[in-house]
């Protein structure tokens, strides 16, 4: 059975592809998309593209019909050298992308993805069809995160490595003070039936975002003892949510430092979540930076040096990196068995991380000297 997961190269390679191909335009229909999906037959697809290029014959513009002519005489040629479709399909990209009227410039992309493919689907048109690849390229899981006091509540989102401020809600609940004249007692009773309308009304707010959000896989609750505890049990937060709380955490600030603080105390409970995976080898490279320093190395031309060399063992990117210097970093640490990891500068490690190597940091298996 092929894999549904997709780990963070493959999903930076499928990214380049759809940026690549997404920034090509034809100036007619000639650009085809071919998308085979796993399981077809590959010979009965090539006879389909057989007749799709006698259908092409009559296309009224001659450039047009010879560049979506010739586009599909080479993604024939492709598949007869192909036994079979492979598990998860195949994305055929071909045209002419010259930017001159007139010349012929055909190129191809072929593309296994990650994930299976689940459409077929063959066309020609002024943009290559992209949807398919891009849904598999969207973020596979997120978590809803809520941090709540009696005063003020903020929901959020982590999605991939980013936190995301959806909603921030404010009660209106008096502090301890008093207004003159009211007993102790009926100020006590006035608060406590405002916190709960204002507990309830964040967990009608959690409802509208998160109930009906497919890639959600869990939510964090974080706030001051016992305020988190009282909206759990008194806000009416519906079944459904209520179970998906996978995390309940203390803290003290409910605003977005407060979420950012309630990612960090859930790390056990998200150990697999992107956000959570690069602060912790960020943490390693820091850490073994301040004890050892000659077990690391950064700069592009440092760690270069220790790619040449065989020491790396863990090759640390920024997504920030310009993307062909990223390639040829990854192809080196690849041709000696480095873990690569890509790490983003939207989080304070990772901004840390940008600002001293500018974007290229390795963990070494052994000293450079």
Same mark, same amino acid.
């Given at each position: 059975?092929?894999? *549904?997961?997709?780990?963070?190269?493959?999903?930076?390679?499928?990214?380049?592809?759809?940026?690549?191909?997404?920034?090509?335009?034809?100036?007619?229909?000639?650009?085809?998309?071919?998308?085979?999906?796993?399981?077809?037959?590959?010979?009965?697809?090539?006879?389909?593209?057989?007749?799709?290029?006698?259908?092409?014959?009559?296309?009224?513009?001659?450039?047009?019909?010879?560049?979506?002519?010739?586009?599909?005489?080479?993604?024939?040629?492709?598949?007869?050298?192909?036994?079979?479709? #492979?598990?998860?399909?195949?994305?055929?990209?071909?045209?002419?992308?010259?930017?001159?009227?007139?010349?012929?410039?055909?190129?191809?992309?072929?593309?296994? #993805?990650?994930? #299976?493919?689940?459409?077929?689907?063959?066309?020609?048109?002024?943009?290559?069809?992209?949807?398919?690849?891009?849904?598999?390229?969207?973020?596979?899981?997120?978590?809803?995160?809520?941090?709540?006091?009696?005063?003020?509540?903020?929901?959020?989102?982590?999605?991939?490595?980013?936190?995301?401020?959806?909603?921030?809600?404010?009660?209106?609940?008096?502090?301890?003070?008093?207004?003159?004249?009211?007993?102790?007692?009926?100020?006590?009773?006035?608060?406590?039936?405002?916190?709960?309308?204002?507990?309830?009304?964040?967990?009608?707010?959690?409802?509208?975002?998160?109930?009906?959000? #497919?890639?959600?896989?869990?939510?964090?609750?974080?706030?001051?003892?016992?305020?988190?505890?009282?909206?759990?049990? *008194?806000?009416?937060?519906?079944?459904?949510?209520? *179970?998906?709380?996978?995390?309940?955490?203390?803290?003290?600030?409910?605003?977005?430092?407060?979420?950012?603080?309630?990612?960090?105390?859930?790390?056990? *409970?998200?150990?697999?979540?992107?956000?959570?995976?690069?602060?912790?080898?960020?943490?390693?490279?820091?850490?073994?930076?301040?004890?050892?320093?000659?077990?690391?190395?950064?700069?592009?031309?440092?760690?270069?040096?220790?790619?040449?060399?065989?020491?790396?063992?863990?090759?640390?990117?920024?997504?920030?990196?310009?993307?062909?210097?990223?390639?040829?970093?990854?192809?080196?640490?690849?041709?000696?068995?480095?873990?690569?990891?890509?790490?983003?500068?939207?989080?304070?490690?990772?901004?840390?991380?940008?600002?001293?190597?500018?974007?290229?940091?390795?963990?070494?298996?052994?000293?450079?000297?």
């Amino acid at each position: 059975m092929a894999s *549904e997961k997709i780990d963070q190269h493959e999903k930076q390679k499928l990214q380049d592809l759809i940026e690549l191909l997404g920034s090509i335009k034809g100036r007619h229909t000639e650009l085809v998309s071919v998308l085979i999906s796993g399981g077809s037959n590959i010979n009965l697809t090539t006879r389909q593209l057989e007749s799709e290029k006698s259908t092409a014959s009559n296309i009224k513009s001659s450039g047009t019909r010879k560049n979506v002519i010739a586009a599909l005489e080479r993604i024939i040629r492709e598949l007869k050298n192909i036994k079979q479709t #492979p598990a998860n399909g195949l994305a055929i990209y071909c045209g002419n992308i010259s930017e001159r009227e007139g010349e012929q410039d055909i190129q191809m992309w072929v593309y296994e #993805p990650p994930k #299976p493919l689940r459409v077929k689907l063959y066309r020609c048109d002024q943009e290559f069809i992209l949807e398919p690849l891009k849904e598999m390229a969207e973020v596979e899981e997120v978590y809803g995160l809520l941090v709540i006091d009696r005063q003020q509540a903020t929901i959020g989102l982590l999605e991939g490595n980013n936190i995301k401020v959806l909603q921030k809600l404010s009660s209106g609940v008096p502090g301890k003070v008093r207004a003159g004249g009211q007993s102790s007692q009926r100020f006590h009773r006035i608060t406590e039936g405002l916190a709960k309308e204002f507990f309830r009304r964040a967990a009608d707010e959690m409802k509208k975002i998160f109930f009906d959000m #497919p890639k959600l896989k869990g939510i964090m609750v974080g706030g001051p003892i016992p305020t988190k505890e009282e909206f759990l049990e *008194e806000g009416n937060l519906v079944t459904k949510l209520k *179970e998906k709380v996978i995390a309940v955490k203390d803290l003290g600030y409910v605003d977005e430092h407060g979420l950012e603080l309630l990612v960090e105390a859930s790390q056990d *409970e998200i150990q697999e979540q992107e956000l959570i995976k690069e602060k912790k080898i960020l943490e390693r490279f820091f850490e073994t930076l301040g004890r050892e320093r000659k077990m690391v190395a950064y700069g592009v031309e440092e760690v270069k040096l220790a790619l040449s060399r065989g020491a790396v063992a863990t090759l640390i990117l920024s997504r920030e990196l310009d993307r062909d210097l990223a390639k040829e970093l990854e192809k080196m640490g690849a041709d000696i068995s480095s873990e690569v990891v890509l790490v983003g500068s939207d989080h304070q490690d990772g901004e840390q991380f940008w600002n001293m190597t500018k974007g290229v940091g390795a963990i070494l298996r052994f000293a450079l000297e």
